[in-house]
Every structure is written in C-alpha cells, then in structure tokens.
C-alpha cells in the first residue's frame, strides 16, 4: 500500500487545473478588496498635506499680526506666502495643495487650502473670542480627509 502511494506521488508532479484557479479566485477577491483602500488612502494623504499647508499658514497668519501690532488686515495669500516659503498661491504640476483663499480684519481671519483632490480644507479665527474653528468641503464622492461632520479639526 505504501509503496503504490510512493510511486503516485513521485509520478504526479505539479498542481491540476483547478487547483490553479482556486488559487488564482482568491488572488482576485483579495485584489478586489486591497486596490480601493489604497486608492482611498491616497487621497486622505494628499488631504494630510493640505491640513498641515493650512496649519502653516495659520502660524504665518499669526506671525502677520505679531509684525502688525496684533491686526490680521494684511492676511493674503501672497504675504501668508512671504512669511513662509513653504506656502504655496496656486496648484502647481502635478497638483499640489496650495492657499486658495486667506483674508483678515482687525481681529480676525480666514485660511481656505484646496488639495489636491479638490477638497478644501479652513482655518477660521473668530472675533472677538478668538476661538478656531476647522470647516471642509468635499469635492466629488470621495470624502478623503473630510469626515461627514464638516469639520477637520
């Protein structure tokens, strides 16, 4: 008996057919499930850096009023942007998060940066209290960094 499984064994070398294409199937469905999520996870990277350009420009922002004896009057995106280098005025190629919108008064101001996804991401500074608050808006389906709240921070 051992000896007939012997020489079965040492003649069937290779996998059959079907055994090829289980394995192929699950490759699939594991394909299926993994390519979305990185897609996914992409854009909520591409939103990460749009969140971090608006913080650097709420720290320029701040800067702007330390110089201006506390008014944010002067909040632009092109003084947000000589303040720091690292903030940018338009998209760019390949597209890049950049300062769509930043504007002050006296005592307050707005920063709006769009990514790269088209989801813009604000820093707003009230008046008065001075209490910050972080707005988003979704372009498209994707949610990317943007949760259903509205609000990124």
């Avoid at 996998?15 to 199937?25: P, Y």
């Avoid at 996914?40 to 939103?47: F, G, T, V």
């Avoid at 909040?75 to 338009?90: E, F, H, K, M, N």
């Amino acid at each position: 008996m051992l000896l007939k499984l012997r020489e079965r064994m040492s003649s069937e070398k290779g996998f059959t057919l079907i055994e090829l294409l289980v394995v192929m199937l699950i490759i699939g469905i594991l394909a299926a499930i993994a390519i979305p999520t990185f897609f996914n996870q992409r854009n909520k990277a591409s939103d990460s850096s749009s969140k971090e350009m608006a913080h650097t420009a709420q720290i320029a922002a701040e800067t702007i009023a330390t110089d201006n004896n506390g008014s944010y009057t002067t909040v632009a995106p092109g003084t947000l942007a000589a303040i720091d280098a690292s903030v940018r005025t338009a998209p760019g190629s390949p597209p890049k998060p950049y300062v769509s919108a930043a504007s002050g008064t006296a005592d307050s101001w707005t920063v709006t940066v769009t990514s790269s996804t088209g989801n813009t991401f604000s820093i707003d500074k009230a008046t008065g209290t001075g209490a910050l608050t972080y707005p988003c808006t979704v372009s498209g389906t994707d949610r990317g960094g943007c949760p259903s709240s509205g609000f990124w921070g």
